[in-house]
């Protein structure tokens, strides 16, 4: 498909288990942003990822969290010893360059039990 | 700090009526300002969007208002239907950086 696609949709894991989101974004688009949705809230932004710059990472809430995206293309996201408080849907959206249109991928659910 | 302010947190409107939702900026920079809908279980879809060189922006039954001076700008539904039921999010944003994202209005239009 043409739009933004998320994997898995959905991921249940154990509280302490480590856990990776994967996101791959529209052909081209040289901007990828990642962003936490808990039930009923608004988004929080995580992390900006823009060409071949610096990533701005100033949204992630712990050293638990990191992301990094290959080849300026796929991007994961990583939990490492998920808490339940993680526990959210993870947004990824792309777009041609920082300050266009955004397009966003369906989420993936996390759960942590 | 909220960067976009939104209200109202939800609204109600009858079907045909006007739904109106309202976002305000402090971030002059801010140059390129997009109106998102979501619905439950999906992704956030991007709706309708302006930039400050104009101060209207009309797709279909979907309006944005886009008032500079006062750093505000306003979504308005007409002919509110049933299936606009969603929860909105106004952003805004400037080159190379992050979406800022308001608060999100959850809109329940009434048969």
């Known amino acids: 498909g043409a739009g933004v696609s998320q994997s898995p949709s959905n991921k249940v894991t154990e509280k302490g288990k480590d856990v990776e989101l994967r996101c791959d974004p529209i052909?081209?688009?040289?901007?990828l942003y990642w962003y936490r949705q808990s039930l009923g809230q608004g988004l929080e932004f995580l992390i900006y990822?823009?060409?071949?710059?610096?990533?701005?990472k100033s949204g992630l809430p712990s050293d638990r969290f990191s992301a990094e995206r290959t080849g300026g293309s796929v991007s994961t996201l990583t939990i490492q010893r998920t808490q339940q408080e993680d526990s959210a849907v993870y947004l990824c959206?792309?777009?041609?360059?920082?300050?266009?249109?955004?397009?966003f991928g369906q989420g993936t659910r996390l759960t942590v039990v | 700090q909220q960067q976009v302010k939104q209200s109202p947190q939800s609204l109600i409107v009858q079907k045909g009526g006007i739904s109106i939702i309202n976002c305000a900026y402090e971030?002059?920079?801010?140059?390129?300002f997009p109106w998102y809908q979501q619905f439950p279980g999906k992704g956030p879809a991007l709706l309708i969007a302006?930039?400050?060189?104009?101060s209207e922006k009309k797709e279909g039954r979907f309006t944005i208002s886009f008032n500079k001076s006062a750093k505000q700008f306003s979504l308005h539904i007409m002919d509110s239907q049933p299936g606009d039921s969603a929860t909105y999010f106004c952003?805004?944003?400037?080159?190379?950086?992050?979406?800022?994202f308001g608060t999100g209005t959850s809109l329940t239009v009434i048969p």
């Open positions: 959206a792309s777009s041609h360059g920082g300050g266009t249109e955004a397009f």
């Open positions: 052909s081209g688009h040289t901007a």
């Open positions: 990822f823009q060409g071949n710059s610096a990533p701005d």
């Open positions: 971030n002059t920079a801010f140059d390129y």
């Open positions: 302006i930039r400050p060189d104009v």
């Open positions: 952003a805004a944003t400037h080159p190379r950086n992050q979406f800022y």
